[in-house]
Structures are given as structure tokens and as C-alpha cells.
């Protein structure tokens, strides 16, 4: 039986029609209030209760270490978690060496991941090199795969872990708290509204923007190789960016599980396919969502049987 999900809830009493007489709410995994995945996880929720009569609830947990095996074990429908997430726990490499997680599935690469280094705005912080020697925010245990990524990063500026003083927090919000309370000189997060708008209000922020010589890319796919170079725009929701600037980027997936049948998964699909200006306009990084990648664009692990016979249908 499902635990009982302590959640924000995002759905009232919609029954599901024809996909399932029994009302079935799904449960969607993220990490906590304030991150990326939450907020991708609550735009698509809203989608899947206001346009396809399927009721969601978001699940905050501490991580993807947290709610992954609740999702394998199908106590959770479905959630977020980056491309390296998804890959080494299906695989059971990295955290999950030894205990692989085979019935993670894919549902669709949601929009690039972007992440980077943030500072005040008045800081003399200016590149990654420069964090050479500053107090930066490091860890992330309920994050693993930032064991991979937050190195790929400082390797960008040609920095290792030993080259900045490590403040180890538990995840990414904290380590924006910290920042907020002086305890650290920058702060590792995704390039989202969220959390680092709302720390932009009491502190302006501005981004790192990753080298884009060839000599730092191949450093840092020597560490992460999913990962590429993408620029952010300036655009309202992202107040700490004022002009175009290079960051990390990496698939972001929606994923579920073998448990959830193919019926709801290729509702899902054309809903997600039909509802690309609804997800843009309830999350804005959610503009970058291309539909045309459902079942199709290569991120590592096997998509859902249903999502792969719904695109050969298409």
C-alpha cells in the first residue's frame, strides 16, 4: 500500500475518466521546496490535474538518494532527477553500485538543466578561478551525483576541491542559506527563479559564467560527460542575469516507473506534447521543453514502454 504523502497537494477531487475508475492519485518525487525539481515537478503536476483529470501530489524529500528506491519500489509515481541521477541508479553505478534500480523509466527530457556558481553582485569574484581561496559550499550528500558535477564545475576554471575552502552542506537550499548567512562566499545552484531569486532580493546575485574555451570544456567532460555548455538569457524571472551568460547544462527528466501503465503514460505524453506553453508559462525554465525529443532523445536510460509506443505512433 502507498504511505500516506505528506505533500504540497495540487490536486482537489478530479477522478481520472477512462484512465482509471479507481481515481488513483500519483505521487511525484522531488527535492525540497525551493529547488528546480520542485518546481518542475509542481508546473507539470498542474498540468496533468488542469488538462488531463489526473491528480498529482508533489512529494518535497530530502534528495533523489531519498525518494528513488520509493519510486523503484513503486510507493511514487513519478519524479525529477537529472539525466546522471536517472543513468547510474538504473544502472547501479556511483551511490547505487550494487544496488540497481531496474524499473526506473523515462518519460521525457523536460528542459536542460542549468547550472553555476553564484556570488554577490558586488563581489570581486568575477570567474571560476576566482573562487580560488574562498569559501565555497561543497558536499551535497542527498544530491550524490553533484560528487560528479559541482567537481566539473570548479574544473571548468581549472580548480580542484583542494583549491577553495570546503563549507560541506546537505543539498543545494542550504547551501543558498549559508550564503544568506555569511557563512560561505558563493553558492553551487541550478539557474532557476526560485531559490535564487528569492536570495537575490536580500542579497543581488550574479552568476559565474563558465569558460567556453575548448582547453575548460574538455576539463570538465573529463569529470561529467553528459554535461555541454548553454547560455541563459536575461529574462524577468532571473533577475541575477543581466546579460547572456555560459553555464553548465544537462538533461533535466521527468521519470516513472514500469509499475504505471502504458494508458496513463501516453495520456501523459500527448499532455505534456500539447501542453508546452502551459509548462513555460507555470515555470519559465520550462520554455526550453522540446516535445519533440518524448521517447526519443538519447539520455541514458530506457523510456517507458509506453511512452516508446506512443512516439512510434506518432
Known sequence: MKRILLSTILAGSVGLGAISAQAQTFGFGTMGEGTNSFSTASAIAKLMVEGLDLQA????????????PDLNSGDLDFGIANALEAQ??????????????????????????RVAMFVAADSDINTIADLRGKRVTTGFPAIQTLSTIFPATLANGGLTLD????????????????????RVDAFF?????????QVHASIPLKVLPFDTSPEAIAR????????????????????FISAPTP??????????????????????ATGLADGKDALGAAYAPLRAFNPAG?????????YHDGITAWAASR
Open 294 to 302: 518524448i521517447g526519443s532523445a538519447d539520455v541514458g536510460t530506457p
Open 247 to 268: 553555464v553548465m547544462e544537462y538533461p533535466n527528466l521527468m521519470i516513472t516507473a514500469t509499475h504505471v501503465s502504458d494508458d496513463v503514460m501516453a495520456a501523459l
Open 57 to 68: 501530489r508533489v512529494q518535497p524529500t530530502g534528495g533523489t538518494t531519498e525518494f528513488l
Open 88 to 113: 547510474q541508479a538504473f544502472r547501479g553505478e556511483g551511490p547505487w553500485e550494487g544496488n540497481a534500480l531496474e524499473n526506473i523509466r523515462v518519460v521525457a527530457a523536460v528542459a536542460p538543466l
Open 189 to 197: 545552484f541550478a539557474v532557476v527563479p526560485s531559490k535564487p531569486a
Open 220 to 239: 570538465m567532460q573529463d569529470i561529467f560527460d553528459l554535461a555541454i555548455i548553454g547560455t541563459v538569457q536575461p529574462i524577468p524571472p532571473l533577475p
Open 163 to 182: 583549491d577553495i575552502i570546503q563549507v560541506p552542506v546537505p543539498h543545494v537550499v542550504p547551501g543558498a542559506d549559508a550564503f544568506l548567512d555569511g
